[in-house]
């Protein structure tokens, strides 16, 4: 009897000690969504995310098989230590040194965004790596070729069919699957105004007023938690354009010169700015909202003060403005071992 | 008492005897075949299909200009049929990382792919067919698919504006000027180039999304009888040459380059009436 009690003791104390550990201990490889985020936009049944998938995804997204001549894999253009950017070049280079059109968008918090790319062009996340893939600018190659020299691999076989068990051969649906696996699991949510938000750091001053000066200068376009509404706006760059951007998907001429609002998560580490990087640095692009804000037919009216078109700051509230966006890089995010 | 006994017994057989009926007839298949056609003064001429860059002029357009074709593929999606006396079957469409079922490639150049054999549909009478002729939202918002889904291998997906192409048409004419490239059969030298890339799966009112699928409806002339042992074979016909006279005529001076939706609505709208029920045998 007393030899039972005992069991019943240990095994309590075993039940319980578990307990503890799944909530401390949170499994890196479920896709979780913070809160005070949007909802989740992948349809995530179609997809279930596992260990193998993931790090099979990850294996792709740095591995130059993707390009033509197997020269450039993801990874050139979306560099972690950045946030998933191209640090290097406005804008980006692909293959054979041939310079692309656009800034090389940040890969994070991929799960919860409608649409994608500059242009918005793309409506779900499967569909972005084939774009890149095929694009002459980019890879240069094609899914088909791609999958040839998967299959072909000594290595590529067994992790597919790790991850997706039931497959013969590859192709491309699954490579896009793992793809997005791997890019789902990026959320970006541990920088210091996320511990601001979860009330589990304070603001300093500085950041505090950058933050009240961000809400009332800013956060119409750039809003909620990813700062973006996902909205197409014309920024007042430009008169006329080299790239059309969202019109090159509606052919709609209202559309001419919009891009899509980018999310300002991690906004210190992406630079260059804008969609074709002219702006080197955070500085440079805050005066260009400023100073230089053109006039043009389709810009957004609430780039327009009085009929003027600019946002008004002084020197002191550009740099508390500067604090705050300093609280959105997630060091944690990357430098996750993970990634 | 005992006549009500008898007759409870009675009802009791009859209705068991109509469920040993339906599961002994149970289901069956029944064939769909898309032929696609030329119809010049009225009569049906077996497509054909040209060598890239051939000059040889076999078809003309509503206003007289001479075309060839070269390449011609197409999905159809979302098939029903349904009889007289209330049969019918749908075709649910499933898609996923591995397969889309539901979803057909009609192919020219593969005549095999040209038959769609349905399984499993409830034995009955049959006298209308449903379907859609490109894929409509549903295979899109699932991301990647596979099978005739696949797009390193249908090539009948647009990457920039992801979607898929429901009607692929490529060939020539020579009142064309060329210029089309980046094409399955023609590129920057093939000087009478035309190709028509039809697609787009959503309406953006003003914009240039535009959903050209089109779902259609024809009638039998006769009952199809589905049952075990039996396979009816019915005979649809998209016919090539209304696809550039119907509602609106495809000038081939005009825009032959087509690879937006709201470029490819003017021959999508001619989609209804180039198809076709022909005839069907059990």
Redesign the interface.
């Known amino acids: 009897m007393k030899f039972k009690i005992f069991l019943l003791f240990v095994g309590a104390i075993i039940l319980g000690c578990q307990k503890e550990n799944t909530e401390e201990v949170l499994d890196p490889y479920v896709l979780r969504r913070p809160d005070y985020f949007p909802e989740i936009t992948?349809?995530i049944s179609?997809?279930q995310i596992s260990k193998s998938g993931f790090e099979l995804g990850k294996k792709l997204f740095n591995d130059p098989i993707l390009s033509l001549d197997n020269s450039i894999a993801c990874s050139n253009c979306h560099v972690k230590a950045v946030a998933f950017t191209d640090p290097q070049h406005n804008p980006s280079v692909g293959i054979f040194e041939r310079e692309g059109s656009r800034n090389s968008p940040m890969i994070a918090n991929m799960a919860f965004q409608p649409e994608f790319l500059w242009d918005g062009?793309?409506?779900?996340?499967?569909?972005v790596p084939?774009?890149a893939i095929?694009?002459e600018k980019e890879m240069a190659e094609?899914?088909?070729s791609?999958?040839r020299k998967l299959n072909a691999s000594p290595i590529y076989p067994t992790l597919f069919k790790k991850t997706?068990p039931?497959?013969d051969t590859i192709?491309?649906?699954?490579m896009?699957?793992a793809l997005?696996q791997y890019m789902l699991l990026l959320v970006s949510d541990q920088s210091k105004y996320d511990q601001f938000l979860r009330g589990e750091a304070n603001l300093s001053s500085e950041e505090t007023a950058g933050l009240t000066l961000f809400k009332a200068k800013c956060a119409s376009c750039h809003s909620g938690a990813l700062f973006t509404n996902y909205a197409f706006l014309d920024n007042g760059l430009d008169v006329t354009h080299k790239d059309i951007g969202r019109a090159?998907?509606?052919?709609?001429a209202e559309d001419t010169g919009k891009f899509k609002v980018p999310s300002l998560r991690n906004i210190l580490l992406t630079a260059p700015y804008m969609h074709d990087g002219r702006f080197k640095t955070i500085n440079e692009a805050i005066d260009h909202y400023r100073f230089h804000v053109k006039d043009t037919p389709n810009l957004d009216t609430r780039l327009k003060t009085n009929g003027k078109p600019g946002i008004s700051l002084t020197d002191e509230e550009v740099e508390n403005l500067v604090s705050f966006l300093k609280t959105l890089t997630d060091y944690k995010f990357i430098s996750n071992p993970i990634f | 008492m005992n006549k009500i006994l008898i007759m409870s017994l009675l009802a009791l057989i009859i209705t068991s005897c109509g469920k040993d009926e339906v599961i002994e007839k149970g289901a069956g298949s029944i064939d769909i075949e898309f032929d696609n056609v030329a119809v010049i003064n009225n009569i049906q001429n077996q497509l054909s299909l040209v060598t890239p860059g051939s000059t040889n002029y076999t078809y003309t357009n509503g206003i007289g200009q001479p075309f060839n074709l070269n390449l011609l593929r197409y999905y159809i999606s979302g098939i029903k049929l349904e009889g007289p006396n209330g049969a019918s079957f749908t075709d649910e469409i499933k898609v996923?990382?591995?397969a889309s079922k539901g979803i057909y490639l009609i192919d020219e150049s593969k005549l095999a792919a040209n038959i769609i054999t349905l399984e499993n549909v409830p034995a009955g009478e049959y006298n209308k067919i449903s379907f859609t002729v490109g894929v409509d939202t549903s295979g899109?918002?699932?991301?990647?698919?596979?099978g005739v889904?696949?797009?390193?291998?249908c090539k009948m997906?647009w990457?920039?504006?992801?979607?898929y192409i429901a009607v692929k048409i490529e060939g020539q004419s020579p009142v064309s000027n060329g210029g089309v490239g980046g094409t399955e059969t023609l590129n920057s030298s093939s000087v009478n180039g035309i190709a028509y890339h039809v697609g787009g799966w959503r309406n953006?009112e003003?914009?240039?999304?535009v959903n050209n699928n089109k779902s259609l409806s024809f009638n039998f002339d006769t009952n199809a009888k589905v049952e075990k042992g039996l396979e009816p074979h019915v005979h649809m016909i998209l016919d090539v040459i209304s696809l550039f006279k119907g509602q609106n005529i495809i000038d081939f001076t005009g825009n032959h380059n087509v690879h937006?939706p709201?470029d490819g609505k003017p021959l999508a709208d001619n989609i209804p009436n180039a198809f076709s029920f022909d005839h069907l045998h059990q």
């Open positions: 992948y349809p179609g997809n062009g793309i409506t779900h996340l499967d569909f084939i774009f095929e694009n094609t899914a088909e791609v999958v997706f039931s497959l192709t491309a649906p699954y896009l699957k997005s090159l998907i509606s052919a709609r | 996923d990382v591995a899109v918002k699932e991301g990647a698919s596979g889904l696949d797009p390193a291998t997906f990457n920039w504006n992801s979607g953006v003003g914009s240039a999304f937006k709201i």
